[in-house]
């Protein structure tokens, strides 16, 4: 991020900060001599509307069962929404959440900030050995733990078993099988093969792992988004759309991609297992789900790769409720509520044991994308890495809409980066 003064004073003074006004919920509480917990702890859901956070409030609420002198304030803020409005909150000290869900790029922002509690030694992180390694990685910051991971996903491609038959195809291994079997399908049966989100750069990824690329390489502190492989993947997307393999939108494409999709419109898209309990209430899956095909991203010209995401709940360090937030912290990411979100969401746990319980063990989707998460490839858990998609989407969209090529596009973002990483090569 851009910084007037250095990252460590910034923290310091944002900590002192949060501390003096602290939220204005009223989340006061705490415990009372005979240790029970009390007050009113805040919780910003960022999940999907209409599916997952049904699922999360019904498992919020639940946390009241065993704490009934704390009152759960459930609040769901939309996902592109929530980064900002956080800080926001945050830096005024003013409307921040005691507990947020928070994507893991963000995690190492928000603690850089100076926003989030430590949560070293605190009931927050029970069970701490228990949690998949690649999880956990994105949790810690300058040798702290700032948050504790709910759940890991990664991306394939969703297919429509019904038009690859009709069409009369196999799943694309390989970015140029994608085109060729974009093309029957559309000669066969009409269809698009493939929507391509255009409005945001995290489906760009696979595409640039699979030329061996990657948006920077923190270890030397070099950008790589403007290298040879970043040219080539900007290239084979803008060569999906412009061949007519793909549709894609510069707007509103999380909804345009779900609905070409759900309704038969498009044979593919490339999405994650967040995607997959709206996907089954789509007129082509609702009655029905084993229609729903799901494999590993074709490949690119290096090696077939997709990037690791996923979500941490973390505690605001100006919380007036920190016990109750801990609390609510480790019942959210129990192995018991993970269980519940796999089997009910088909998302993936962040813990291990998780993973032989009833009813995770056999879900479909979560034995297809768990190999897939363990190789998923990591992202820099640096401060910066959740501001690093912004300048990358505003080029991404403009070579994918035509209006430059991959060379400007990549060229544009590598020298954005290079302004916002300060002294990065």
Known sequence: MRRGITATALAAILALAATACGSDDESGGGKSSGGELS??????DTSTVGSEDKVFKKLAEGFTKKHPKVKVSYVNVPFGEAQNKFKNAAQSGSGAPDVIRSEVAWTPEFADLGYLAPLDG?????????????????TKYNDKTYAVPQVIDSMGIFYNKKIFKDAGVEVPKTVGELKTVSKKIKDKTGKTGLYLRGDDAYWFLSFLYGEGGNLVDAQSKTVTVDNAAGVKAMTVVKDLVDSGAAKTDATDGWENMQSSFRDGKVAMMINGPWAVADTYTGAQFKNDKANLGI??????????GAPQGGHNLAVYAGSKNLDASYAFTEYMTSAESQATAAKELSLLPTRTSVYSMPGVADNEIVGFFKPVVDKAIERPWIPETGSL??????EYTKVLTGQTTPEKGVKGTGDSYRKLLKGWK
Not at 39 to 44: I, L, Q, S
Not at 389 to 394: D, I
């Open 122 to 138: 605190t009931p927050a992180l029970t069970n701490e050995k228990d949690f998949l390694g690649q999880a956990a990685a994105s």
């Open 39 to 44: 007050g009113t702890v805040t919780w910003w």
């Open 295 to 304: 494999a590993p991203v074709p490949a690119g010209s290096v090696e077939q």
């Open 389 to 394: 998609f912004a300048p990358l989407v505003t």
